[in-house]
């Protein structure tokens, strides 16, 4: 037997840190969802101490030599990866002193309880104080990491989200898909015909509720390992073996909750399917936010807005709303519906074809707020700005605009960008997908979502974080990240 004295400490203390970070999950979900506004003070400091108890095992005096020593074992394929990525969380958590993981603990809990107020009043001023409180520490763990990682400020924040992701690759595909957007939004425009008339309303939450659970539970959500919940902000939560999703309703409008329903079923399903064996181990989480927005975009865009799917959902959703039969509901409308190019506020609600215009807007103002080129004072005027200037549209109100999204206020810096870049690898992935497994859209057709996922389990979620992002994607598809099948995508669907 081989001697891996050094790799097996590490394995049983990054298991323990997987431990305190899964019940790290469960209180953020908790104060999402459930906890009582009174709770906040007292989950502050629960999360504040859990954050600096992690912190301190993560940097303890053993581990950089155990790493080193690791180096020199005999370790397969997978625990090779699983040292790398043991690394990489040191390399971040060990150039952040524990005052400051506790400071920016405490002040993301203060923001986001703030930012809950600011939003349901529309007044974004409430929260310039803790918000300024937020970037001014994140600035300071950047400017310490990026000494640490020999890398820019905010590609320090970046790389907390997209590992080995660099803000010169992301500029080069955002003004790529910028300068391709405008014309191609504007030629939809242009062919698109009159809004068709679609369902109703109202539509009583208890049937949206319904509806998203048997479509949960259709696209392969397993209920013993999780539940759906209500929250401001849609999110998926918890851990592999307990995850939590929620939604948000509004009973003028079933479609955007039941597609966010869906878009959270696909970050529930990687969770599920990352390997057994690697649960509490770096190696065996999802690889990055650009892999995990993919999972989530390729069931809501790619798969779920579908001719395909849509015909086959488009009765079930009629029966839930004791709508069967009824003019307005059938397959044509609903998909008409969910491929309508409408430039609006709300990112969550963007359609594919505005969504990028969205990240870029806000990949821009979070770059200057790091650089120190834009004041958190400044954010709702530069935030009207630029979604004139991208969008032809100003916000009413702060709510619509900067207050829409809970990541800044969380602390949540350099995240964005992956939203598009998970958009594009959604397509990719999908095409692949498709390509490989001849019934897939049909089985689609048929609500079976089981050639699809299978798929997956095997290209995406069981490779968990063996591979870099890169590699995966090549591997996976035969080529690495390509705009232009995103593009392809985009002409196919909405300039047949």
Known sequence: MQCRAA?????????????????LGMLHWDMATMMPA???????EQLA???????????????????????????????????????????????VPARLVEQLSRACSASEMTWRKARAEADFALVAGPLTEVLRLTREVAAIKSQALAVAPYDALLDQYEPGGRAAVIDAVLDDLGAFLPGFLREVQDRQVPAPEGPSGPFPTDCQKALGL????????????????????????????????TTRYDERDFMASLMGVLHETGHALYERGLPAAWRHQPVGRARGMSLHESQSLLMEMQ??????????????????????????????????????????????????VTYPAHVILRYRLEKALIAGDLQVADIPAAWNEQMGELLGLVPPNDRQGCLQDIHWFDGAFGYFPTYTLGAMTAAQLFDAAAGAVPELRTAIA???????????????????????????????????LDTAVFKAHLRQRYLP
Not at 7 to 23: G, P
Not at 309 to 328: D, K, N, R
Not at 455 to 465: C, E, K, P, T
Request: glycine fraction near 8%.
């Open 7 to 23: 790799y097996d400490s590490l394995e049983v203390l990054f298991a323990r840190l997987s431990h305190v970070e899964q019940a």
């Open 38 to 44: 009174g709770g906040a003070a007292s989950r502050a």
């Open 49 to 95: 101490t859990l954050k600096a108890l992690h912190h301190e095992m993560l940097t303890g005096p053993d581990v950089h030599g155990l790493l080193d020593a690791a180096e020199g074992e005999a370790l397969d394929p997978w625990q090779r990866a699983n040292l790398r990525e043991m690394r990489r969380q040191w390399l971040h958590a060990s150039a």
């Open 214 to 245: 048997r479509m949960m539970a259709t696209l392969g959500f397993e209920f013993e390992h999780g539940r759906l919940d209500v929250s401001q902000h849609p999110f998926c939560g918890g851990t592999p073996d307990d995850l939590r999703i």
């Open 303 to 352: 798969a779920c807005r579908s001719r395909e799917f849509l015909s086959f959902a488009a009765p079930v959703i009629a029966e839930a709303f004791g709508a069967t039969g009824q003019p307005h509901w059938d397959a044509e409308t609903l998909y008409a519906v969910n491929v309508r190019v409408d430039p609006g506020f709300i990112r969550i609600d963007a359609d594919e």
């Open 446 to 480: 048929e609500g079976d979502f089981r050639p699809l996922l299978s798929w997956l389990r095997a290209n995406v979620h069981g490779q968990a974080s063996l591979l870099g992002t890169d590699e995966l994607l090549t591997q996976a598809t035969g080529r690495p």
